[in-house]
């Protein structure tokens, strides 16, 4: 079965860390762009960050860079996404996603894989 496992998520107050974390399996994720999308209450699913195959490349929003970081595990197939210096407004289910292609997008309509989503509060 091809699927995407999110866990990690969880209630932190304002300043706090979280690291999620998505388990693949059922298909080589290893040449796949793995991305991170955020939904929240009454908003549109956004682009949080997106590693490439390689692991070599990383792209973030703007208001991510530096308080967010992606990374990727080949050997567990497996995507991290480390969110230090959390805000209230981050507060979302976070999405991890997979993109059967080489070329970066932050569209979600791009990525063709999801998983379930991790719930992230975080209180002030």
């Known amino acids: 079965q091809v699927q995407l496992v999110e866990s990690g998520g969880g209630l932190v107050q304002a300043g706090g860390s979280l690291r999620l974390s998505c388990a693949a399996s059922?298909?080589?994720?290893?040449?796949?762009?793995m991305g991170w999308f955020r939904q929240a209450p009454g908003k549109e699913r956004e682009f949080v960050a997106s590693?490439?195959?390689?692991?070599?490349?990383?792209y973030y929003t703007n208001s991510k860079a530096g308080r967010f970081t992606i990374s990727r595990d080949h050997a567990k197939n497996t995507v991290y996404l480390q969110m230090n210096s959390l805000k209230p407004e981050d507060t979302a289910v976070y999405y991890c996603?997979?993109?059967?292609?080489?070329?970066?997008?932050?569209?979600?309509?791009?990525?063709?894989?999801w998983g379930q989503g991790t719930q992230v509060t975080v209180s002030s």
């Open positions: 059922g298909r080589t994720f290893s040449t796949e762009i």
């Open positions: 996603a997979a993109r059967a292609r080489t070329l970066y997008s932050n569209s979600p309509e791009d990525y063709d894989l």
């Open positions: 590693i490439s195959a390689s692991g070599g490349s990383v």
